[in-house]
């Protein structure tokens, strides 16, 4: 769980060696936008929650493009 500690970006990359990552909370955070591609290497996420946090509506709508697959909220 990454939600509520004020976030505000992540770095590229920072998921490359996470291939076994079912869930990720980002909730809560100050997040406006998130590197693209940021997710490729997580093939087993199954969750993203993004909620509360600065995104555009633009932004959350590429992000639930990007990944048709995820139950993800933002």
């Known amino acids: 769980h990454l939600g509520v500690n004020q976030l505000t970006?992540?770095?590229e990359g920072i998921?490359?060696?996470t291939t076994r990552l079912?869930?990720?909370?980002?909730?809560?955070n100050q997040l406006t936008s998130l590197p693209e591609g940021i997710f490729?290497?997580?093939?087993?996420l199954q969750t993203?929650?993004?909620?509360n946090n600065n995104f555009t509506a633009a932004a959350?709508?590429?992000?639930?493009?990007?990944?048709?697959?995820?139950?993800?909220k933002c």
């Open 9 to 11: 970006s992540l770095p």
């Open 15 to 17: 998921f490359n060696q």
């Open 22 to 28: 079912r869930e990720l909370h980002l909730n809560t």
């Open 40 to 44: 490729n290497s997580t093939t087993g």
């Open 48 to 51: 993203l929650d993004l909620n």
């Open 60 to 72: 959350c709508k590429q992000l639930q493009r990007a990944l048709p697959s995820l139950n993800s």
